[in-house]
Each structure stands twice: as C-alpha cells, then as structure tokens.
C-alpha cells in the first residue's frame, strides 16, 4: 500500500507529520510524495519526509528532452533517489522523445499519456506490459 502526499497543503511543523507516518511505515505502507518540485512538494520536503517514492512534477519533465539543464537536473535526482533509497517517477511524460531522455539519464518509472492513458480495465494494463516502451515489470 503507498500512502501518497499531495503538494497543495503547507507543512508548518515536519515532526508530527514523521510522527504519524512512523506507525504506518513500520506496518509496510510506503510514503510517496507526489509532484515534487512543485506548490509545497518543495525538496526540503523530500528532505524531511524521506519518501519510498518521489514523484517528480510534469514541469521538471515537459521538454527535458531538449533542454540540457532539465536533464542535469534529472541526473541529479536520480542519484539523489538511488542514495535515499527511494523509486523516483517521471510523471507525465508525453512524447517518446521525453521518455527517451529521461531513459537515457537513468529514470526507470515514469507515468504520461505515453505511456497510457488512465483506465480501470485490467485488460488496458496487460496491454501497458507488452507495449514497446515498457521499462520495467511492476513491482
């Protein structure tokens, strides 16, 4: 189970929020973070909330395929990820160029109308995995 926290609420005081996410964590709940980089997902708060899971923002995805320092960016983050422990996600990654970028500088999870389109029907996910851009199997 990953408990996701949203960008849009101000965290004023870190220490009851590691407080009441302790508990969860010890039972097997991972913490994802999602929209880092944007609104409050700030990287002071990946600092402090140490994520399972960062979710990096469209905005520091949208055109990393041409721009050279989104992708020194990228690069960073992704060993920042690999030192912290924690899956870093692409999200919304849109065109195959974008997901040839974030490819080449070592992210391995992404999400984006590229990569499929929202849906609840297990037969569009089964599809996902045979898709030629597919990255890695589920976890």
Same mark, same amino acid.
């Given at each position: 189970?990953?408990?996701?926290?949203?960008?849009?609420?101000?965290?004023?005081?870190?220490?009851? /929020?590691? &407080? *009441? $996410?302790?508990?969860?964590?010890? !039972?097997?709940?991972?913490?994802? +973070?999602?929209?880092?980089?944007?609104?409050?997902?700030?990287?002071?708060?990946?600092?402090?909330?140490?994520?399972?899971?960062?979710?990096?923002?469209?905005?520091?995805?949208?055109?990393?395929?041409?721009?050279?320092?989104?992708?020194? /960016?990228? &690069? *960073? $983050?992704?060993?920042?990820?690999? !030192?912290?422990?924690?899956?870093? +996600?692409?999200?919304?990654?849109?065109?195959?160029?974008?997901?040839?970028?974030?490819?080449?500088?070592?992210?391995?999870?992404?999400?984006?109308?590229?990569?499929?389109?929202?849906?609840?029907?297990?037969?569009?996910?089964?599809?996902?995995?045979? &898709?030629?851009?597919?990255?890695?199997?589920?976890?």
């Amino acid at each position: 189970m990953v408990l996701e926290l949203t960008e849009r609420l101000e965290v004023a005081e870190y220490g009851p /929020l590691i &407080a *009441a $996410l302790a508990p969860l964590r010890q !039972r097997g709940v991972r913490i994802a +973070v999602d929209d880092a980089g944007s609104g409050f997902a700030s990287m002071r708060h990946v600092l402090h909330i140490r994520p399972d899971i960062i979710k990096l923002d469209r905005s520091l995805i949208a055109g990393i395929d041409d721009d050279q320092g989104q992708r020194a /960016l990228g &690069a *960073a $983050l992704v060993e920042f990820a690999r !030192r912290i422990g924690a899956t870093l +996600v692409a999200e919304g990654i849109e065109t195959q160029s974008e997901l040839a970028a974030i490819t080449r500088i070592g992210m391995t999870a992404g999400q984006g109308y590229l990569l499929g389109r929202p849906s609840v029907r297990p037969k569009d996910w089964a599809a996902w995995y045979t &898709a030629p851009w597919h990255l890695t199997e589920p976890t």
